[in-house]
Structures are given as C-alpha cells and as structure tokens.
Nanobody, 125 residues
C-alpha cells in the first residue's frame, strides 16, 4: 500500500517559486510528523522541513528557513512544501517522509520510517 505520494516537481527557472505536494493516507496524516527531505546530486539526503500533527509545530533545516515553507491541509490529508526564489542548488529529488512519533524528534532520516517515491526538481539558471 502506497501511503505517501509526492507531486509538483519539474523543470523551473531560478527565481521562480514551487509548491510540492505529498498526499498521505489518513492513517498517517493525522498522527505522524510529516517532513520533507531532499537529495542533491552527489550529496547525502538532507532534512528540509517538518511539521507535527495537531499543534502544527514547524522545524526547518539549517540555513533553509526563509525560502522554504511547510504546511498541512487537514481536509486533503496533504502536506506541502513551498520553495520561493528557487536557486540552482535547490535542484534535487524531494522526498516526503513520515515519523510515527507525533512529536518532532530530530532531523535525522532514521526517525522517518515511511517514505514517498520522490519528485525531481530541476532548476535552470
């Protein structure tokens, strides 16, 4: 059963904005911390942002706060990642992930046990 499905990636130009979506199963969305990671070419997977269920506390990766915004739509069981003023270094595969713990435990990928298939974002300069 596929529980996280990302969409919204593609080819964009530097300076544009992008919104990625992650549709989650109801089982996960209402109870899990939802997060976004990205993996740039030749780099390790990097924490981008996370948001807790219920209270909706947000956390962002170091140096990423400002251009990245995570949000949740509880009616649609969907988590979003808005990226403004795209830069070439934002090109990556973006993954949606879920941690079964309802409290934010950290930015390590090991906390997140459910992953989407990823969506490719390419940025031209």
């Amino acid at each position: 059963q596929v529980e996280l499905v990302e969409s919204g990636g593609g080819l964009l130009q530097a300076g544009e904005s992008l919104r990625l979506s992650c549709a989650a199963s109801r089982r996960i969305f209402g109870n899990y911390v939802m997060a976004w990671f990205r993996q740039r070419p030749g780099k390790e997977r990097e924490f981008v942002a996370a948001m807790t269920p219920n209270v909706g506390i947000k956390r962002y990766g170091d140096s990423l706060q400002g251009r990245f915004t995570i949000s949740r739509d509880y009616a649609k069981n969907t988590v979003y990642l808005q990226v403004d003023n795209l830069a070439p270094e934002d090109a990556a595969i973006y993954y949606c992930a879920a941690d079964s713990n309802p409290l934010f435990r950290g930015s390590s990928a090991r906390y997140y046990t459910t992953w989407g298939q990823g969506t490719q974002v390419t940025v031209s300069s």
